[in-house]
């Protein structure tokens, strides 16, 4: 049985700044772009969230929501040397490390002779080191995968952990809500919704063909999920499930002939990111639009795999046959052909 620790920053970003200046450490603030400049917020501390500012909402909304906040731009080579310090601390653990972001990741310490080998005295261990040597706190969750340590390090947040033993998972998944596990979004969490499900034990009703039926090789996992099944290991590499580009422009875009004349510089700019990468086969393209009312919606189609400007004009006349709104953003990518039976675990934020 393997022991697993999910180990999460608190509020990272916002926390360097905090710890760098005294003067905010009272103050609701974010990390993020310009409100002038249509910048979005990267990740804001607890003060903040109590007004509603939240990671990947626009910049002047969060000056709305909070007319007090003060917006702090990103220092992110700061912010990469904290977590390179953070991931030496680890690795005096275990080798066996999956970085999911600068701030986040899981450990497999099922053969750590630390602490007479207890996952949990090691992850409060890791936490009062991190603290220590970097004055930052950290959330950590502990269980015998990687789904039940990441749920399990929401439990105490921040500078907290929880641990979901072997004999409590059955308890612990029959109260869980749908909605918590990961990879599953607003539209994923309709549908279930609308089966009359809301809890994970609610979910372990629903035959797994049913799940199938209505969600694909998607249906398999929840169904696994749902009873805190998950056999993936930890990786020691990250892999990209997509490759993709995006830009916020400073005026909207008023029609399908505006968004068609920045779309070559968008394909130029994946093209670059895919020649710098080795990768597997693409699978898919897809087109990413958000409406100026912050509404977005994705055009994906798997029989194309050459990601030229004629594969994408019109999956973007698709998107925008959508809304009658203007554009503040317009993305495109590819999906990379792992073929890995699983959700997607998370989304990339850019600057």
Do not use: W
Not at 279 to 308: G, H, M, N, S, W
């Amino acid at each position: 049985m393997r022991k697993i620790i999910h180990v999460d920053m608190d509020c990272f970003f916002a926390a360097i700044e905090m710890r760098d200046d005294p003067l905010l450490r009272s103050r609701p603030i974010a990390v993020g772009g310009d409100p002038q400049r249509r910048g979005v917020i990267a990740t804001a501390n607890y003060a903040a969230r109590t007004f509603g500012v939240k990671s990947a909402i626009a910049s002047a909304y969060a000056m709305r929501l909070c007319p007090q906040l003060i917006i702090v731009p990103p220092r992110m080579q700061v912010y990469r040397e904290e977590s390179q310090k953070i991931r030496a601390i680890f690795e005096r653990y275990t080798d066996q490390i999956e970085p999911l972001s600068l701030d986040e990741a899981f450990l497999d310490l099922t053969h750590t002779p630390h602490h007479s080998g207890s996952a949990t005295l090691c992850a409060r261990a890791i936490r009062e080191a991190i603290f220590e040597e970097t004055g930052l706190t950290a959330s950590a969750g502990v269980s015998i995968n990687k789904f039940l340590a990441k749920v399990a390090s929401e439990i105490n947040k921040p500078d907290g952990q929880a641990v979901v033993a072997p004999h409590q998972i059955g308890a612990f998944m029959q109260e869980l809500p749908v909605k918590a596990i990961p990879g599953v979004g607003k539209v994923t969490a309709r549908s279930i919704h609308d089966m009359g499900v809301k809890t994970c034990g609610d979910l372990q009703r629903i035959e797994l063909a049913e799940l199938i039926r209505r969600f694909g090789k998607r249906g398999k996992r929840l169904y696994e999920l749902a009873r805190g099944i998950d056999d993936r290991p930890v990786r020691t590499e990250r892999i990209a499930r997509s490759v993709s580009v995006e830009n916020t422009y400073a005026n909207d875009l008023p029609d399908l002939a505006a968004c068609t004349a920045r779309l070559p510089a968008l394909v130029e700019s994946l093209h670059r990111r895919l020649g710098r990468k080795k990768r597997p086969p693409i699978r898919a393209l897809f087109v990413k639009v958000k409406f100026d009312d912050f509404r977005q919606t994705t055009v994906e189609r798997a029989e194309l795999t050459e990601p030229t400007l004629e594969s994408y004009a019109p999956l973007l006349a698709e998107a925008l046959d959508r809304s009658e709104r203007q554009v503040r953003l317009l993305g495109v990518g590819v999906r990379l052909d792992h073929d890995y039976d699983h959700l997607p675990q998370q989304l990339e934020l850019f600057f």
